[in-house]
Structures are given as structure tokens and as C-alpha cells.
């Protein structure tokens, strides 16, 4: 499976961007896909996650006032919507993808995940 981030840029705060992760590959063995971020000398962090077919979409806690996280079956694509963007969501965005029958976490913040993309960079200007 390869996973293609793409839609990070520049915008101000305040503003949104939507990210996109386009799936290609055995994409049949894929049980759900997710977002994580990491920042400029931080740990890479969990954001949203969404099941095969766009069941159970979950964003953590801090930022599902924020963020939504969608799905394309059809194109095995999963999307990240940001509004109201701060600084502070400075990071380079990347797409992971679970395989199917890899056991799963009680907490979505906890779940290892078998292939990641590249990475897109959002920038947020104060």
C-alpha cells in the first residue's frame, strides 16, 4: 500500500485547508486510515482516524472542534478538513494506513499503524 498526502501550504490564522490522502496498492487490505502531525521539535501526534467505507470517524479530543475527517470509498482517499487554524497547528501533516485483522486499540490515540505517507507541511502565519 502507498499512501499520497497532498493540499498542506501557507495560510493565515484563522483561515482552513483541506488535506487529501490518496491510497493506491492492495488497497483491499486497508481497515482504516488516519492523520497524525508532528511539529517542529515535538513528538508525532494522533489527529483523526476513519474506518473503510467512512464509519466510525474519530478526531481527538482537542481538535474536533476544529477538524473533521471524511472519507472517498470509491477512491480510497481520506480528507482532513482544518478551519480556524492557529500557529500552534504548525506541523507536517501524514497519512497512515491500518491493515485489516491487526488488532485494534481501545483508545484511536494508541493505534500502531502499518503504512504512512510522506507528509504534507501546513504552515500557519499569526
Known amino acids: 500500500v502507498q499512501l499520497q498526502a497532498s493540499g498542506g501550504g501557507l495560510v493565515q490564522a484563522g483561515g482552513s485547508l483541506r488535506l487529501s490522502c490518496a491510497a493506491s496498492?492492495?488497497?483491499?487490505?486497508?481497515?482504516?486510515m488516519g492523520w497524525f502531525r508532528q511539529a517542529p521539535g515535538k513528538e508525532r501526534e494522533f489527529v483523526a482516524r476513519?474506518?473503510?467505507?467512512?464509519?466510525?470517524?474519530y478526531v481527538t479530543d482537542s481538535l474536533k472542534e476544529r477538524f473533521t475527517i471524511s472519507s472517498d470509498a470509491g477512491k480510497v482517499a481520506v480528507f482532513l478538513q482544518m478551519s480556524n487554524l492557529k500557529p500552534e497547528d504548525t506541523a507536517v501533516y501524514y497519512c497512515?494506513?491500518?491493515?485489516?485483522?491487526?488488532?485494534?486499540?481501545?483508545?484511536?490515540?494508541?493505534?500502531?499503524?502499518?503504512?504512512w505517507g510522506q507528509g504534507t507541511l501546513v504552515t500557519v502565519s499569526s
Open positions: 497512515a494506513g491500518l491493515r485489516r485483522f491487526r488488532a485494534i486499540e481501545s483508545r484511536p490515540e494508541r493505534q500502531e499503524y502499518d503504512w
Open positions: 496498492g492492495r488497497t483491499s487490505s486497508i481497515y482504516s
Open positions: 476513519i474506518t473503510s467505507g467512512g464509519f466510525a470517524a
